[in-house]
């Protein structure tokens, strides 16, 4: 089992206080990407004089966590073994409160039932906790998250990548981080040449 939630990078970028000019945003990925940088510039763009919180959140979950839990995936897909792919888009009343999108770690207290611990908790939390704590349980006793009265988790393969979403409406659906992670394939392709 892998996943994350759906913008990760807000637990160091929009939630504390963070800031980088677009130089150093530009300089950053330039070193970072290499050749590349102009192709992540498209998709993370950097607009002068602007907060690029936003951008650089993004960045964060699709370069650290989508394309990892992504890359993960794949690797157990093509071995055979089973494996089953979440993405985390729930965000509380409690959370609300605070900002506006599904973080790093906001998936826990729905996993292990200990949402009653948010404040305010609503029984759209109960539900959804009800259900991933099933799903980790069915996961642990079984090695498949499925059960009775829960949603029915695809087994994640290649090259449907079937996940299952974990938000309002927990739902099943295929390409998993499809879109973001053609952006990077490239520079993943060039990692072992020099000046990538």
């Known amino acids: 089992m892998v996943g994350a939630a759906v913008h990760e990078g807000d637990e160091w970028?929009?939630?504390n206080s963070f800031s980088m000019s677009d130089v150093s945003y530009r300089t950053y990925l330039s070193f970072r990407y290499g050749r590349h940088a102009s192709d992540i510039l498209k998709r993370y763009p950097a607009i002068p004089n602007s907060d690029l919180k936003t951008t650089i959140?993004?960045?964060?979950?699709?370069?650290?966590?989508l394309l990892s839990a992504r890359g993960i995936a794949d690797s157990f897909a093509r071995s055979g073994s089973p494996v089953f792919v979440y993405l985390f888009s729930y965000v509380s009343a409690h959370n609300r409160k605070r900002h506006r999108r599904a973080a790093h770690s906001?998936?826990?207290?729905?996993f292990f039932g200990t949402v009653e611990q948010l404040d305010p908790v609503q029984q759209a939390?109960?539900?959804?906790?009800?259900a991933m704590t099933a799903s980790l349980a069915n996961f642990v006793k079984t090695g498949s998250p499925n059960g009775s009265g829960i949603p029915a988790w695809p087994v994640y393969d290649l090259p449907a990548r079937r996940y299952l979403e974990f938000g309002r409406d927990s739902t099943s659906r295929d390409r998993f981080f499809e879109e973001?992670?053609?952006?990077?394939q490239p520079w993943?392709?060039?990692a072992d040449q020099p000046g990538r």
Request: net charge negative; hydrophobic share 35%; no cysteine.
């Open 13 to 15: 970028v929009l939630r």
């Open 57 to 65: 959140s993004d960045l964060i979950t699709d370069s650290v966590f």
């Open 106 to 110: 906001d998936q826990i207290p729905y």
């Open 125 to 130: 939390d109960r539900d959804l906790s009800r």
């Open 180 to 184: 973001g992670s053609s952006v990077f």
């Open 188 to 190: 993943i392709s060039s």
